[in-house]
Each structure stands twice: as structure tokens, then as C-alpha cells.
């Protein structure tokens, strides 16, 4: 697979994510996750495309992390909501409140 179909397919993988991260799908979130990472790391140890798709790849690139901070909207406020309910279940908690 080129560099820039690679792209196309993180891309689309950051759309899903987005659109699990909306409806709370936690642990399917967290798979793609998985798998997008599998990808870039492919990225790194294959050949670069030509010259002439690397301003398309840039504006895949900058489409993905555009995704990217749409996710993390709703990916942290969850993380901090499910670290202090996992709080309540630290040894000793229940006794500072």
C-alpha cells in the first residue's frame, strides 16, 4: 500500500473514531485506536511517495489531527469522570471524605 492510500485509511479510521468517541463506545474506540497506531508505524519503516503527493499527504495529515482534537473533546472529559470514580476505590479514600 502507497504512503498516501495509508493516509486515506487513517483518515477514514479517524472519522470512525470520531464517530465512536460521540456515542461513548469506549472499547471499541480503543481498538481502532490500536490498529491506527499499527498503521502509522508502518508508515515509518515503508518507502515515501513521490514528491508530487506530498501536499496531499499534508492535507490528509492535517485532516486527521483536526479529528484527532474533535475526539480528545470528548475522549478527556470521560477519562477524568472515570479517574475519579476509580478514586473512590483507592485504599484509604474513604477516609478522607
Not at 502507497?2 to 465512536?20: G, H, K
Not at 485506536?33 to 490528509?60: F, H, P, V, Y
Request: with cysteine; hydrophobic share 45%.
Amino acid at each position: 500500500m502507497s504512503q498516501f492510500a495509508t493516509y486515506c485509511a487513517l483518515l477514514e479510521i479517524s472519522r470512525r473514531m470520531l464517530a465512536l468517541a460521540e456515542k461513548q463506545q469506549w472499547e471499541a474506540l480503543s481498538i481502532l485506536e490500536s490498529q491506527r497506531a499499527g498503521m502509522i508505524g508502518e508508515l515509518q519503516k515503508g518507502a515515501s511517495d513521490t514528491a508530487s503527493t506530498a501536499s496531499e499527504i499534508a492535507a490528509l495529515i492535517s485532516q486527521i489531527q483536526a479529528l484527532d482534537e474533535e475526539t480528545l473533546e470528548y475522549v478527556l472529559p470521560w477519562r477524568a469522570h472515570a479517574a475519579a470514580l476509580l478514586e473512590r476505590f483507592r485504599p484509604g479514600a474513604s477516609e478522607k471524605t
